[in-house]
């Protein structure tokens, strides 16, 4: 068990997307340690897979002090994220049919060289880009519009994952 009250799962080093980095390391023969996030397996029952964050929509962060003297801050992060599939393709009713919608909240444990800027009304990511750096995570919120965030973490966990779909039906 671990500060997140689930037991940790790995993960890949360098996570862009739907594990893009990862699968091609394989397909060329690279051994990678993997990473771990606590509570991966909820974001992965809900989706089938760890998702694409491109067109994802950063909703909140926050960002809270250590408790203790030389204690790092924590930042929560919620991500508004959608996944949409082609339906009726080659005909006149071709449409991308939205097939999962979900609030998805991450914590990260001890961050430092917070970098905040452009956080507005809208806040569209092209991807969220997880980089091990020995003992620690390099964080970035790529920016399609509004916010532009990067930070270093300790650790990276999942809190939530909120259906959307009943909410939006």
């Known amino acids: 068990m671990d500060d ?4 940790t799962i790995s993960w890949r080093p360098v996570c862009r997307g739907v594990f ?12 990678s340690e993997r990473m771990e996030i606590a509570n991966e397996e ?11 964050f491109h067109d994802a929509e950063v909703i909140s962060i926050e960002t809270r002090r250590g408790e203790a003297p030389g204690e790092y801050a924590d930042l929560l992060a919620s991500i508004h994220v959608r996944r949409y599939t082609p339906a009726n393709v080659g005909t ?25 800027s452009g956080f507005n009304h ?15 995570v390099r964080v970035t919120f790529e920016s399609i ?6 930070f270093s973490c300790a650790q990276v966990g999942v809190v939530a994952v909120m259906n959307r779909m009943q909410a939006n039906a």
């Open 4 to 7: 997140f009250g689930e037991t």
């Open 20 to 31: 893009s980095q990862w699968v091609a390391d394989i397909e060329l023969g690279i051994q």
């Open 42 to 52: 909820q974001v992965t029952r809900h989706f089938g897979e760890w998702p694409s």
């Open 92 to 116: 006149a009713q071709f449409e991308m049919e939205k097939t999962h919608d979900a609030l998805i909240s991450l914590r990260f444990r001890s961050i430092s060289e917070l970098n905040l």
């Open 122 to 136: 809208q806040n569209v990511i092209d991807d969220l880009v997880f980089l091990e750096e020995g003992e620690r």
């Open 145 to 150: 519009f509004g916010v532009e965030c990067t």
